[in-house]
DNA sequence: CGTCCCGTTGACTGACCGTTCAATCGCTGG
DNA sequence: CCAGCGATTGAACGGTCAGTCAACGGGACG
């Protein structure tokens, strides 16, 4: 593991615990292991490293997202696989989520990031798109802001665990990938009558 | 209208515009037209401005929600109640949705206001829980994670506006709020059949 | 063995900005 | 007209850190 991805890494934990702000460059280096004065040959400020947590890590996230995008199954279930993916996060990095979640989304500073974050959005709101076309979801809901409401749902459920405000055990995850896919298809379907 | 008031004032527009962390207390004094030393006769600390907008406001919020829940009419109108105060707050005072959607909701140092989020979050899950009573909503749904969900498809249009990334006119607020209605109240609905 | 050179170190600096406070202002009530 | 007092001012302070840089180490290569 070199050095630079060893003061990511540290950079995630420390922002993790105490925000972007608060963090200070000492204790980045601290927790890797290295003089502070190194952070400053890989990167070229304390912002920096936190963009480059997000671009390497948005840029993951999103080639999972084209992944369901692009496979051969109904919008349905690409909206389940994509809201599994975003709640799975959780349990495999939950330094990460938080840094996501609470410093990165909407930072000021970031806010040149935009593009990135629109493609996500992108991809969900072609996903219900192709869900009307097949019939599957209902025409006459506007997709974009569709694709918004359920990526929020998502990221809230998310910020419920980053704050310690929501249970995170495996099933608690479960349950909640359950909920949130059941109302985003109920709320999406097409042909629903009382 | 005394100085308290209009240095809040400054206040919500300066950290709009900036951030809370990139805002400096001169900023906010020379908007509201008053030497920066005044704002320590008002608050104990920038941090303190920040908290004081916050309370008092989300106060006012918890009142209107305190209003409809306690209304007499079904839990599907409550809901979209809730969805209409929310989502109109943007047209009456962008600035200050700006600094509760960018700098309150997720910042490490309000961590104590918790509760008085934890508190809208409850009214949302009481009154879904009453749907489901009333058989309005069907029951096997989490409401508590539903709330959640809930409220972050709301919040994330709030965000999409902040950004300037969503539409927001008067017919775009309007359609907003039919979309996040229809999901939320289709997806939550009792007695649905394909 | 010498000499590059990249990676690494950590003492140091300098600017920024939140906060303090002594001095002044101006209203109010006697 | 004066005394008292809260409101207001803004110059000065000081602590904090992000960022710099001169020096060093050791591997590679001839």
Chains 1, 2 share one sequence.
Do not use: C
């Amino acid at each position: 593991m070199d050095r630079r991805s060893r003061i990511l890494e540290a950079a995630v934990r420390v922002f993790a615990e105490h925000g972007f702000h608060r963090a200070r460059v000492g204790d980045i280096a601290e927790d890797a292991g290295v003089a502070h004065g190194l952070l400053y040959h890989y990167f070229a400020s304390k912002e920096d490293v936190l963009r480059t947590i997000f671009v390497e890590n948005w840029g993951r996230f999103l080639a999972r997202l084209r992944a369901v995008e692009q496979a051969e199954q109904p919008a349905p279930e690409k909206l389940a696989g994509i809201a599994k993916i975003l709640l799975r996060t959780w349990r495999n990095d939950p330094a990460l989520v938080t840094v996501m979640v609470r410093d990165v989304a909407r930072s000021p500073e970031l806010q040149e990031q935009v593009a990135e974050v629109r493609e996500a959005f992108a991809i969900v709101q072609r996903v219900i798109e192709q869900g009307q076309a097949e019939g599957d979801f209902r025409t006459g809901i506007d997709a974009r802001l569709a694709s918004w409401v359920f990526y929020g749902g998502l990221e809230e459920v998310l910020t419920g665990w980053v704050l310690g405000e929501l249970p995170d055990s495996g099933e608690d995850v479960t349950r909640a990938e359950q909920v949130a896919i059941e109302i985003a298809l109920f709320g999406l379907a097409a042909g629903l009558r009382p």
